[in-house]
């Protein structure tokens, strides 16, 4: 016995992903009041509430966060299988434009991958820029764009990659001459090497609540190898991703600081524009760094 799968996936994916039902409605070319219709209905169908609305905030329930990652991923394995029919019969070609950020996860995690589909299509340009500036994707005609952490409101696609943990570390040097560190409100007293994060927002392992800590970094740059190098330096105490110092800690050249106190992951999003006319090479490109990292491209996540 085949399922009945309800109509309406394709506006309830349009929704979510573009935190806006006006949005959604003018990407899929359909009134808002008409998406709405449709979602309505689809939860009726459904009989389970999958958003929350109000007039100022949208957010998923807890079955609609289940049903949109089963429902993306579903729809995802179809066009995947739509794009190797495709590229069966007709190869992938031109060039892609691509803004990431870069550091240790642009040149040893997202390059590697970018090769891999270069020699897989040979017949694939890529042009690959680690400007750590905010592109406008649109203007400035990048296909695709990588970033990492907060996203401010983008009339753009966006889909996570992956989520890295942070830590805060410093090197045993200057943990031997610092002021005793009990909670994040001691770091005020601390030298703080940062990028570009303003704030380190931390939660407590057992109690709830969050800390927030606005950072004036006695040395600030966007450069992750500079910050690393600094921390191990013991010029200070700086937040790290994980796979940045895993094997630091482990070898004792940095150390790990409040672990009761989680910062918050970095997302890695790929972005990309509204538009029913991307190409075929770059919906493949999109639809390869997806399944690489759902299948662990991200080992150090």
Not at 45 to 55: D, F, N, P
Not at 89 to 95: A, K, N, Y
Not at 221 to 242: E, F, L, Y
Not at 280 to 288: G, I, P, W
């Amino acid at each position: 016995m085949s399922a009945h799968f309800p109509e309406g996936i394709k506006e309830f994916l349009a929704v979510v992903e573009n935190h806006s039902f006006s949005k959604a409605a003018e990407e899929l070319n359909i009134s808002r009041a008409r998406m709405s219709q449709i979602i309505s209905r689809l939860e009726k169908e459904m009989g389970v509430q999958l958003l929350y609305r109000s007039t100022r905030s949208l957010s998923l329930s807890p079955a609609g966060e289940t049903f949109y990652q089963l429902s993306r991923q579903g729809v995802d394995q179809l066009e995947h299988a739509m794009l190797s029919a495709q590229n069966a019969h007709s190869s992938i070609r031109g060039q892609i434009r691509i803004n990431s950020v870069g550091g240790l996860f642009g040149e040893e995690i997202l390059a590697p991958l970018l090769i891999q589909f270069m020699k897989d299509n040979p017949q694939i340009e890529i042009e690959l820029s680690f400007s750590s500036t905010r592109e406008n994707l649109i203007e400035s005609q990048y296909d695709l764009v990588v970033r990492m952490g907060m996203l401010s409101n983008s009339n753009l696609i966006g889909r996570k990659l992956t989520s890295y943990r942070n830590y805060l570390v410093a090197s045993p040097a200057y943990i031997k001459v610092a002021a005793k560190l009990n909670s994040p409100k001691d770091l005020l007293e601390h030298s703080l090497i940062n990028g570009s994060v303003k704030k380190w927002s931390f939660t407590h392992i057992n109690v709830e609540g969050k800390y927030e800590l606005p950072i004036h970094g006695t040395l600030k740059c966007s450069n992750g190898h500079v910050v690393k190098r600094a921390t191990v330096d013991g010029m200070g105490i700086s937040r790290q991703p994980a796979y940045y110092v895993e094997d630091d800690i482990q070898s004792g050249r940095l150390i790990r600081l409040l672990p009761d106190w989680q910062l918050s992951n970095s997302d890695v999003t790929l972005l990309y524009p509204q538009s029913r006319n991307i190409s075929l090479r770059v919906k493949a490109l999109v639809h390869y760094l997806m399944e690489a990292f759902s299948m662990g491209a991200d080992k150090f996540s």
